[in-house]
T-cell receptor
Framework: KNEVEQSPQNLTAQEGEFITINCSYSVGISALHWLQQHPGGGIVSLFM???GKKKHGRLIATINIQEKHSSLHITASHPRDSAVYICAVEEGGTSYGKLTFGQGTILTVHP | DAGVIQSPRHEVTEMGQEVTLRCKPI?????LFWYRQTMMRGLELLIYFNNNVPIDDSGMPEDRFSAKMPNASFSTLKIQPSEPRDSAVYFC??????????????FGPGTRLTVL
């Protein structure tokens, strides 16, 4: 079973700061997902990537397949970015989207 | 599209009662996932279906849990009898899985279950 570890578990930042959340996994994968869960509880998919880098607005996700590591960056952080960020991996060799989740990183951005 | 729809949004029941959670996936999606989220264990996959067929139910905690997908637009997760340790938020998600394999999952709003 893939072990997915995120760091840090809790992160507090001031508005405008650059934020990095890390995710490492133990077994080769076909894809890695970054999810966002807001205080209200809803979960949305931010990124799905299998190599390189993706960018959506102020969010950037990178993955290094050889090192089994991914990072989620937030530039110019804002209080509305406060949420739980969850890394999830999709096992290699399957085509059915089965995800294994990290424990999540709680991000709080203060104005 | 309305997204993934779950009902009820909140459920409070007493130990020993049967609980049924419902999910309507996004139209056209061929895969459906049931997840459970607790403070202690985070998000866990319970079971997932592809083309209405259960593919992997290894995450279902015990025989008290069962899930069905009678057609492409409806799935249920049943707990009978319920226990206090089943208290959690249950999420349903759907996706369109193709020959390329991976694809974005769309989550429903979740059902918050409290078993007294």
């Amino acid at each position: 079973k893939n072990e997915v570890e995120q760091s840090p578990q809790n992160l507090t930042a001031q508005e405008g700061e650059f934020i990095t959340i890390n995710c490492s996994y133990s077994v080769g994968i076909s894809a890695l997902h970054w999810l966002q869960q807001h205080p209200g509880g809803g979960i949305v998919s931010l990124f799905m990537l299998s190599s390189g880098k993706k960018k959506h607005g102020r969010l950037i996700a990178t993955i290094n397949i050889q090192e089994k590591h991914s990072s989620l960056h937030i530039t110019a952080s804002h209080p509305r970015d406060s949420a739980v960020y969850i890394c999830a991996v999709e096992e290699g060799g399957t085509s059915y989207g089965k995800l294994t989740f990290g424990q999540g990183t709680i991000l709080t951005v203060h104005p | 599209d309305a997204g993934v729809i779950q009902s009820p949004r909140h459920e409070v029941t007493e130990m020993g009662q049967e609980v049924t959670l419902r999910c309507k996936p996004i139209s056209g999606h061929n895969s459906l996932f049931w997840y459970r989220q607790t403070m202690m264990r985070g998000l866990e996959l319970l079971i997932y279906f592809n083309n209405n067929v259960p593919i992997d139910d290894s995450g279902m905690p015990e025989d008290r849990f069962s899930a069905k997908m009678p057609n492409a637009s409806f799935s249920t997760l049943k707990i009978q009898p319920s226990e206090p340790r089943d208290s959690a938020v249950y999420f349903c998600a759907s996706s369109l899985i193709g020959t390329g394999g991976y694809n974005e999952q769309f989550f429903g709003p979740g059902t918050r279950l409290t078993v007294l």
